[in-house]
């Protein structure tokens, strides 16, 4: 079975540009999230769906940072316009959420740097 | 305090001993513990998950849960040098919604051959 997919794997991008990131789940996985990685915050969670609709987005830093998720098998994060702080790694991950959270599995990431 | 903690490390382990991974969290209603293991320049990938208090054991695996503690535990036996990566732990938080993780800071582990 083909896990979490997400494109693109590297991004490199002028500050100022607009940046969209895109994840597949895995199929009939219910829940899907986004996080971003760096050395210094670690792994933060920035939003989260479920049946495509979002729950949680408190993790989302500010306003130039979107989610969207039209169907059951994709999902876009949206940076508009982009920051040199923005640099990180995307994680897409998926779940089928059970009574107490089932487990998250993780996309390769995309690597994002905004110069 | 940290909702999930973990020392950062360094953890240094020889080959074939036992590695021990530590992890403590705060929010006394959680129900849902999970480990992931991330090599450098990879994704997190989840190796192991506990709802119950006790040991669960999986190959060369054993998470072991103390909700009293408020503390989980990874052990990993037999260590090679392969197992040389930052574990992560994270925790389904009851007062954060049932799907949401949150994950500790990670426990750089190197074994040394």
């Known amino acids: 079975d083909a896990g979490v997919i997400q494109s693109p794997r590297h991004e490199v991008t002028e500050m100022g540009q607009e940046v969209t990131l895109r994840c597949k789940p895995i199929s009939g996985h219910n829940s899907l999230f986004w996080y971003r990685q760096t050395m210094m915050r670690g792994l933060e969670l920035l939003i989260y769906f479920n049946n495509n609709v979002p729950i949680d987005d408190s993790g989302m830093p500010e306003d130039r940072f979107s989610a969207k998720m039209p169907n059951a098998s994709f999902s876009t994060l949206k940076i508009q316009p982009s920051e040199p702080r923005d640099s990180a790694v995307y994680f897409c991950a998926s779940s089928l959420a059970g009574r107490w959270g089932g487990g998250q599995f993780f996309g390769p990431g995309t690597r994002l740097t905004v110069l | 305090q940290k909702e999930v903690e973990q020392n950062s490390g360094p953890l240094s382990v020889p080959e074939g001993a036992i590695a021990s991974l530590n992890c403590t969290y705060s929010d006394r209603g959680s129900q849902s513990f999970f480990w992931y293991r991330q090599y450098s320049g990879k994704s997190p990938e989840l190796i192991m998950f506990i709802y119950s208090n006790g040991d669960k054991e999986d190959g060369r695996f054993t998470a072991q849960l103390n909700k009293a503690s408020q503390y989980v535990s990874l052990l990993i036996r037999d260590s090679q040098p392969s197992d040389s990566a930052t574990y992560l732990c994270?925790?389904?938080?009851?007062?954060?919604?049932?799907?949401?993780?949150?994950f500790g800071q990670g426990t750089r582990l190197t074994i040394n051959p």
């Open positions: 994270a925790v389904v938080g009851a007062i954060q919604g049932a799907q949401k993780l949150v």
